[in-house]
């Protein structure tokens, strides 16, 4: 387990190569299994990747706090476009007006990654926030492709989620620097 968490902190090319590539395979397993209706399948992918995760990293309860108030910040951002009729889910809502599950799930998938994969971005949030603006929405349109999410009023639905994305990536890559678990970075709590 040393040589694995050694390479974890040490953000190889391979690693974060490694973490792309299996949380891009969550998206899809999460997305996919969302639009025919067992959204339950990516949700076992997702904790699967997060305990494969927290048992690499150095300090795995600094990461495990990071995954857990990004989830809970996401699901409440995702809830908000829901119950502001933007965009419709077809499966895994539990309560009407709050986001499916299962996106905690994606966003538990994108958490692991903040401090392997988009480390590069500390320190950039004009960039950071750029980046956002595009690829936040893109992928929701991905999967609106696939059938998982409905967009009721799609430009509103691009405009809020390129602004949402646009905050949400910058304040998440800081809050995952002061709680790296990877790099073994002590910031005070």
Do not use: K
Request: one cysteine or more; charged letters at 10%; aromatic letters at 12%.
């Amino acid at each position: 387990m040393a040589a694995s968490t050694d390479s974890v902190r040490r953000g190889n090319g391979a690693t974060a190569t490694l973490y792309f590539l299996v949380c891009q395979a969550g998206w899809f397993v999460c997305v996919l299994s969302a639009a025919r209706g067992a959204a339950w399948l990516g949700l076992l992918f997702a904790a699967c990747a997060v305990a494969w995760h927290l048992a690499r990293v150095p300090e795995p309860g600094r990461e495990a706090r990071l995954l857990v108030v990004s989830v809970v910040l996401g699901m409440g951002w995702e809830s908000v476009l829901v119950y502001s009729g933007l965009l419709a889910y077809q499966t895994g809502t539990l309560v009407e007006g709050i986001a499916p599950y299962w996106l905690g799930a994606l966003w538990a998938l994108f958490a692991i990654q903040f401090n392997v994969v988009y480390v590069w971005l500390r320190g950039r949030p004009l960039l950071a926030a750029i980046l956002g603006a595009a690829a936040g929405p893109l992928s929701f349109r991905a999967g609106a492709a696939l059938g998982a999410v409905h967009f009721n009023r799609p430009v509103a639905a691009w405009i809020v989620l390129a602004l949402g994305w646009a905050v949400l990536l910058p304040v998440l890559l800081r809050l995952a620097q002061h709680w790296d678990g990877v790099h073994g970075a002590r910031v005070s709590d």
